[in-house]
C-alpha cells in the first residue's frame, strides 16, 4: 500500500506525517498580519500545570523526539532536509498501543520512552495535551484529529475503538477499501484536518489491509514580533555548496540564548509567547551529522532550561520544506521490531492475527516573516497476519546547515523539528 496523509491522526498500522506553513493556500505571499503588529493583541499565557507523572511524561517526549530525528537522520535517504512531527507520530503509536498486548506492547512502551507509566497514563496525558494546546495563545492556532478506518467486514474488540473514542477522540469510519471512493474520503478528511496543507497524500489501498489510524496536526502561529527586514543571502548547503537565499533580520534585539560545547541555541517567540521556535545552530566546525548523533533530549532540555535573554544580532533564512517518508525502518531502528513481524500482537485489538505494515510520514512546513505555518499526518496501516544582559550582541546567522524545533514552551513538548541542509 501505498499512501501519502497530511494531517496528524491515529487509524492504522502505516504513519504520514505533513508539515506546512503559509504556503497551503498556494500563495507564496507572506501571510497578512495587517501591516501592523500593534494591531495584534495578545492575551496572557497560561500555562499547562502538570502533575508529577504528566511532567515526566513530558519529559520523555523529549527524549523520544530526539531519539526519532537521529533515527530518521540514519534511515531516510535525501536527508538534506527532514521534517517530522514527533508529537503527531507518538499520538498514533499511543493509539496503536491500546490494541498491542505483551511484549509487542512493551516493545512500543521502550521505543516511546513511556516504559514504568501506565497504558492509562498515556492516554490522559494525550488526551489533555489534546484539550489544552488549542486554548493557549488567542493568536495561535493548534489542533489535532484523529480516525480509525476500518474495512468492511473487519470488526475490532469494541474495548479499543471506546477507547480511541473517548481518550483520543477519534472518528471511527466503516468503508470498503476496494472502492477508489474511499481513498477519496480518506483524502478529504485529511485535507480539511489540516486547512487544505495535506492533499491526495494517500494513493491506494489494498482491500487485504484492515484498518488505518491516522493522526493530523495542524499549527500555525505569528511572530510576537514580525521581521521587517529581509536581504538576499549565501546559505552554506549540506554538502559545501553556496546557495542564494532570502535571509529574515532582526539586528542588536533580545532572543532568549543558550550555548553548549557543540552548538548554539536561539529562539524566537510566536504570539504570547506559549509556543517557541528554537533554532539549533552547530558551531563552526561541528557537522550538522554529528550534532545530531551527539544530541540527546536531556541535553536538549538542559540548553532549553540555560536559555537568557541575550542580545541578538539574528539571521534566519525563510524556507519551505514538504516531503513524504516512510518511517518503518528509523522506528525498527527504535526498536519497534515484533509489531512489523508475523509474531507481533495485537490481540488487544482484534482477535484476528495482525501485523503493521507501513509507517509513514507526509510533511509540509514555511517559515517566513510573519510566522510559520505547518500540518501533519501520521497513518499507520495494519494488514492481516500479523535575563542577562551582554554589553555587544552575538551574531547568530542560521546561514549553514540547522535543526529547528516548535515547541510548547510550559511542557516542552516538541510539536514539529527538522534538520535544514539546504534550503
Not at 109 to 130: C, H, I, P, Q, T
Not at 286 to 292: A, L, P, S
Given at each position: 500500500?501505498?499512501?501519502?496523509?497530511?494531517?496528524?491522526?491515529?487509524a492504522?498500522?502505516?504513519?504520514m506525517?505533513?508539515?506546512?506553513f503559509s504556503?497551503c493556500?498556494?500563495?507564496?505571499?507572506?501571510?497578512s498580519?495587517?501591516?501592523n503588529e500593534?494591531?495584534?493583541?495578545?492575551?496572557?499565557?497560561?500555562?499547562i500545570?502538570?502533575?508529577?507523572?504528566?511532567?515526566?511524561?513530558?519529559k520523555?517526549?523529549?527524549?523520544?523526539?530526539?531519539?526519532?530525528?537521529?533515527?530518521?537522520?540514519?534511515?531516510?535517504?535525501?536527508n538534506?532536509?527532514?521534517?517530522?512531527?514527533?508529537?503527531?507520530?507518538s499520538?498514533?503509536?499511543?493509539?496503536?498501543n491500546?490494541?498491542?498486548?505483551?511484549?509487542?506492547?512493551?516493545?512500543l512502551?521502550?521505543?516511546?520512552?513511556?516504559?514504568?507509566?501506565?497504558?492509562?497514563?498515556?492516554?490522559?496525558?494525550?488526551?489533555?495535551?489534546?484539550l489544552?494546546?488549542?486554548?493557549?495563545?488567542?493568536t495561535?492556532?493548534?489542533?489535532?484529529?484523529?480516525?480509525?478506518?476500518?474495512n468492511e467486514?473487519?470488526?475490532?474488540?469494541?474495548?479499543?475503538?471506546?477507547t480511541l473514542?473517548?481518550?483520543f477522540?477519534a472518528?471511527?469510519?466503516?468503508?470498503?477499501?476496494?472502492?477508489?471512493k474511499?481513498?477519496?474520503?480518506?483524502?478529504?478528511?485529511?485535507e480539511?484536518k489540516?486547512?487544505?496543507?495535506?492533499q491526495?497524500?494517500?494513493?491506494?489501498l489494498?482491500?487485504?489491509?484492515?484498518?488505518?489510524?491516522?493522526n493530523?496536526?495542524?499549527?500555525?502561529?505569528i511572530?510576537n514580533?514580525?521581521?521587517?527586514?529581509?536581504?538576499?543571502?549565501?546559505?552554506?548547503?549540506?554538502?559545501g555548496e553556496?546557495?542564494?537565499a532570502?535571509?529574515?533580520?532582526k539586528d542588536?534585539?533580545?532572543?532568549?540564548?543558550?550555548?553548549?560545547?557543540t552548538f548554539?541555541?536561539a529562539?524566537i517567540?510566536?504570539?504570547?509567547?506559549?509556543?517557541?521556535?528554537?533554532?539549533?545552530?552547530p558551531?563552526e566546525g561541528?557537522?550538522?551529522?554529528?550534532?545530531?548523533e551527539r544530541?540527546?533530549?536531556?541535553?536538549w532540555?538542559?540548553?532549553?532550561?540555560?536559555?537568557?535573554?541575550t542580545?541578538?544580532?539574528?539571521?534566519?533564512p525563510?524556507?519551505?520544506?514538504?516531503r513524504?517518508?516512510n518511517?518503518t525502518n528509523?522506528l525498527?531502528?527504535?526498536?519497534?521490531v515484533?509489531?512489523?513481524s508475523?509474531?507481533?500482537?495485537?490481540?488487544?485489538?482484534?482477535?484476528?492475527?495482525?501485523?503493521?505494515?507501513t509507517?509513514?510520514?507526509?510533511?509540509s512546513?514555511s517559515?517566513?516573516e510573519n510566522?510559520?505555518e505547518?500540518?501533519?499526518?501520521?497513518?499507520?496501516?495494519?494488514?492481516?497476519?500479523s535575563?542577562?544582559?551582554?554589553?555587544?550582541?552575538i551574531?547568530?546567522?542560521?546561514?549553514?546547515?540547522?535543526?529547528?524545533?516548535i515547541k510548547?514552551?510550559?511542557t516542552?513538548?516538541?510539536?514539529?523539528?527538522g534538520k535544514?541542509?539546504k534550503?
Open positions: 500500500m501505498r499512501t501519502t496523509l497530511q494531517q496528524i491522526s491515529a492504522a498500522l502505516s504513519i506525517i505533513g508539515l506546512s504556503g493556500s498556494n500563495n507564496d505571499e507572506p501571510a498580519n495587517n501591516g500593534n494591531e495584534v493583541r495578545f492575551e496572557a499565557r497560561a500555562d500545570a502538570l502533575s508529577e507523572t504528566e511532567a515526566q511524561l513530558a520523555q517526549s523529549v527524549d523520544f523526539s530526539i531519539r526519532l530525528l537521529q533515527s530518521a537522520n540514519k534511515t531516510i535517504a535525501g538534506e532536509q527532514i521534517a517530522l512531527s514527533p508529537l503527531s507520530a499520538m498514533a503509536l499511543s493509539m496503536l491500546n490494541g498491542a498486548a505483551n511484549e509487542t506492547q512493551e516493545e512502551m521502550e521505543s516511546l520512552g513511556l516504559s514504568g507509566f501506565s497504558v492509562e497514563d498515556v492516554n490522559a496525558f494525550s488526551k489533555r495535551l489534546m489544552e494546546l488549542n486554548d493557549l495563545d488567542n495561535s492556532t493548534i489542533s489535532t484529529a484523529n480516525s480509525v478506518w476500518l467486514g473487519f470488526t475490532p474488540k469494541k474495548s479499543f475503538t471506546g473514542t473517548e481518550n477522540d472518528e471511527v469510519k466503516v468503508k470498503d477499501f476496494s472502492e477508489a474511499t481513498v477519496d474520503l480518506i483524502n478529504e478528511w485529511c480539511e489540516t486547512n487544505g496543507c495535506i491526495d497524500i494517500l494513493k491506494e489494498s482491500s487485504e489491509e484492515r484498518m488505518l489510524l491516522i493530523a496536526l495542524y499549527f500555525k502561529a511572530w514580533s514580525p521581521f521587517r527586514k529581509t536581504e538576499e543571502g549565501t546559505f552554506t548547503t549540506f554538502q553556496q546557495q542564494e532570502s535571509f529574515m533580520h542588536e534585539t533580545r532572543f532568549l540564548y543558550s550555548e553548549s560545547e548554539e541555541m529562539e517567540q510566536y504570539g504570547n509567547n506559549a509556543f517557541g521556535f528554537t533554532v539549533l545552530l558551531k561541528v557537522g550538522i551529522d554529528e550534532c545530531i544530541l540527546s533530549g536531556e541535553e532540555l538542559e540548553a532549553v532550561e540555560a536559555m537568557k535573554s542580545l541578538l544580532n539574528l539571521k534566519l525563510k524556507f519551505k520544506v514538504g513524504t517518508d518511517l528509523a525498527k531502528e527504535m526498536g519497534i515484533k509489531a512489523f508475523k509474531n507481533a500482537d495485537f490481540t488487544s485489538l482484534s482477535d484476528e492475527e495482525l501485523t503493521l505494515s509507517v509513514l510520514q507526509g510533511n512546513i517559515v517566513d510566522g510559520t505547518a500540518a501533519a499526518v501520521t497513518i499507520i496501516t495494519a494488514p492481516t497476519s535575563n542577562e544582559v551582554n554589553p555587544q550582541p551574531d547568530f546567522h542560521a546561514d549553514r546547515p540547522f535543526l529547528y524545533f510548547e514552551k510550559s516542552n513538548v516538541i510539536l514539529f523539528m535544514i541542509g534550503i
